[in-house]
């Protein structure tokens, strides 16, 4: 059945009424006592305290979590609530370690009920072979240190229109972090969704988080913990990867989202086992891995660079730099030992935070960590933390905000 509306004509009064308006609003304003402008409004207070560019950290508490791992307890330096988060996301840390400045992102891994009250927590993996930023963290970081540190971001969290009643996590080593933060989520009411959470570990002895998983697991009925060890067959725990034979056998013939967060090569395992089951993208999620460290693995990177240096200019506010770069490592890791401060967050290619613009040059960007926008990719910006030179570049670079 269409629907009828009716439109009235504009009649004499209507124009009288509109010429005489200029009037009526001139008196109004006239009769009203004559106040200051508000500096602020409480809508743009509120957005900036849950969308946060910068927050002041102390670090409360450092513990053992495992073998090679530390949680630190970080509280607002004010006493005051720190930004509200959906658990799952991750903040990034601004590091200086020497000459150098840099970022790197981790989970939250507490409940969001503890941000109410000033506290994140967070869990750093100890990585020697290729990283200098979390030794750092580890040994030199103590109680009382201030850190600057980002809002929550990140996309890896539950969203009942999208996701299944169920969710299984796949986690591997220190990628628990994120799941960890969505049973208390759950525990605590913030968040309603059946957790299963396949969780891989090399031996017993390396299980992170194990007490609190236990914890969480007999204190809520909708969490459930199965440890996966590769390295070793002990009675109650599944043994070897997580592979399709065993999503399945958890998913149970029941429809599910998959969640994933751990190392890069788990990720390209799993990428096989799951296209094995025939999920559709929107039930797969995963977590960023961060820089891709094997670009030559990467389809449609040219194999004659491999292992090549390059000289890349970058330009940022009124300076220019001039500074060695490899093909085989991203061009924001080259920037950042430079003593360059550059902007950037996720450092994965998908939140934009160090987007620039490549002036001249060639880069390779792997299409698993490409997040650009497409504009973006016809007018020639890249992010550097996922771009490797082809090439000598010339970098025009965005500033980036101070540590303190």
Sequence with gaps: MAL????????????????????????????????PLPKTLATNEK????????????????????????????ESVDGKALAPFRAGQYISLSVDIGKTRTTRSYSLCGSPAWAEKGIYNITVKRVEEDGFVSPFIQD??????????????????????????????????????PFVGMAYAIRDGYEDFDLTILFGSRTEEAIVYRKE?????????????????????????????????LIEKYAAGQKVSLFMCGP???????????????????????ELFGAIKDPWNQPGYPEA???????????????????????????????ERAGIAAP????????????????????????????????DKDFGYIHPCSSFPLSDVVLEVPGQYQSK
């Design 264 to 286: 890069q090569a788990m990720y390209n395992f799993l990428d096989g086992e799951i296209a094995r089951l025939g999920y559709d993208r929107k039930h797969v999620r995963r």
């Design 213 to 245: 998983l236990d914890e969480l697991a007999a204190a809520c009925d909708k969490i459930h913990v199965v440890h996966v060890l590769s390295d070793e067959e002990k009675p109650g725990f599944e043994h070897g990867f997580i592979t399709a034979e």
């Design 344 to 375: 950037s967050r996720c450092r994965s290619g998908e939140c934009g935070w160090c987007r620039s613009r490549l002036l001249s040059g060639d880069v390779f960007v792997p299409a698993v960590t490409d997040g650009r926008r497409e504009a």
């Design 47 to 74: 957005a900036k305290f849950i969308h946060p560019e910068r927050q002041l950290v102390r670090i409360k508490e450092k513990r053992r979590n495992g073998p090679d791992a530390v949680t630190v307890v970080l």
């Design 140 to 177: 030199q970081w103590q109680v009382g240190d201030e850190i600057a540190i980002s809002g929550p971001q990140g996309h890896l969290y539950y969203e009942p229109i999208r996701d299944e009643k169920k969710v299984l996590a796949l986690a591997g080593g220190s990628g628990i972090t």
């Design 305 to 335: 660079v491999k292992g090549k240096r390059f000289k890349a200019k970058v330009i940022i506010h009124d300076k220019e730099y001039e500074i060695p770069v490899s093909a085989d490592e991203p061009l924001l890791i080259a920037i």
């Design 4 to 35: 009828k509306v009716k439109v009235g004509l504009i009649g004499p009064l209507d124009m009288l009424k509109f010429k005489k308006l200029a009037d009526v609003r001139r008196k109004a304003i006239e009769k009203s006592e004559a106040k």
